[in-house]
Every structure is written in structure tokens, then in C-alpha cells.
């Protein structure tokens, strides 16, 4: 069984000061975290191949994850343009992706560690991929008809991150993925929450 875990709070303290220094502050995490996920990926492919599993599918899924991330926070950019909090926003996006992925590597590396190969897929709840369907319709007719086609791009490029991951990882992936979409789609939204 894929063991479960918790996505880390996002830091508020870097929204304090002048944009430009929330800008710098969140660009330092942002890089603090892509060595964390680049330190994950590297334990995540030692111990495929300690195993014998064909790191292939692995390699697929980072980059239908490095599309998801960039597809959605060029959305989040879109949204807040031509303010000047966009290029934070995005990089906060980058910032939260990239924590959230480290966090299911490491819990995927655990996972392989103890069990030595990977998870049969767990069943499915229909709930989750529901209230998913809910937040994300909500969204949509939140936004302007020009920022459709890039939420909906981001949503496409999510759902293929999605189906590749989870067949590396197995176990209760499909949800917990589609909660922390859930997650995503509501770190994005800058004002009073509608969902």
C-alpha cells in the first residue's frame, strides 16, 4: 500500500513587503523546492533500479508532470495579467507544484523501499474525482471566456500527469492526486473563495 502523507502548507510569511521582494522571496523557495524534487527524482530512479523496474514509465510521468506544472501556472500567470502580482503568482504555483511532487516522490521511494515493487491500484472513489468535477466546473465560469482554453489546456495536460503517474505508483494515486488538484485550483484563486 502506497503509504499516505500531507502536503506541506505553503510558507505565507514571503507576502510581506514590496511585490518585488514577495517575488524575490518566492523564487528562492521555488528553487529550494526544485532541488528538493530533483534530490526525490534521483532516490525515485536508484531504487527502480535497485529493483529491476523499468525506470521508463517513471521518466514519462516527470515529464507529463513538468507539462502540468507549466500548463497550470501559465494559467495562474494569464488569470492576474497585466497586474503586476502575476509573475509571483506563478512562481508560488511553481513553488507549490514542485513541493507537492517532491513529497509524492519521497513517499514513492518509501513505498518501494518497504514493499519492493509497486502498488496494485487501489479502488477508485468516485467522490473525490466529483468534488474535483465540482471546484473546477465552479472555476471555470468564474473566469473570462480568453482564460478558458488555458485552464482547460492546464486541465488536459493534469489528466495525462495524472494517468502516467499513477501507473508507476499504484495504491490510492487516481485520489490523492485529484485532491491535491483540488488543492491547486484553490491555492490559485486570489480572493474570497467561491467553492
Known amino acids: 500500500m502506497f503509504p499516505a502523507f500531507v502536503l506541506v502548507a505553503t510558507v505565507e510569511q514571503c507576502n510581506t513587503g514590496t511585490t518585488y521582494d514577495m517575488r524575490t522571496c518566492w523564487s528562492k523557495r521555488a528553487d529550494t523546492a526544485s532541488e528538493a524534487l530533483d534530490a526525490a527524482q534521483q532516490r525515485v530512479a536508484a531504487e527502480l533500479q535497485k529493483l529491476h523496474i523499468d525506470p521508463k514509465p517513471f521518466a514519462a510521468a516527470t515529464a507529463a508532470w513538468r507539462s502540468a506544472r507549466d500548463e ?60 474535483l468535477s465540482r471546484v473546477y466546473g465552479l472555476y ?35 485520489a490523492e492526486l485529484a485532491r491535491e488538484r483540488v488543492t491547486e485550483l484553490e491555492d490559485s484563486w486570489v480572493g474570497e473563495a467561491f467553492w
Open 72 to 131: 497550470t501556472c501559465a494559467f495562474e500567470y494569464r488569470q492576474y495579467l497585466p497586474g503586476t502580482i502575476a509573475p509571483q503568482l506563478q512562481t508560488e504555483c511553481g513553488f507549490r507544484m514542485t513541493q507537492a511532487r517532491a513529497q509524492r516522490l519521497e513517499a514513492l521511494t518509501e513505498s518501494l523501499r518497504d514493499h519492493g515493487a509497486v502498488a496494485a491500484q487501489a479502488p477508485i472513489s468516485t467522490d473525490v474525482d466529483t468534488e
Open 140 to 174: 471555470r465560469t468564474r473566469i473570462t471566456p480568453e482564460l478558458r482554453a488555458p485552464l482547460e489546456a492546464s486541465q488536459r495536460a493534469w489528466l495525462v500527469y495524472r494517468k502516467k503517474e499513477c501507473a508507476v505508483e499504484g495504491g490510492s494515486c487516481i
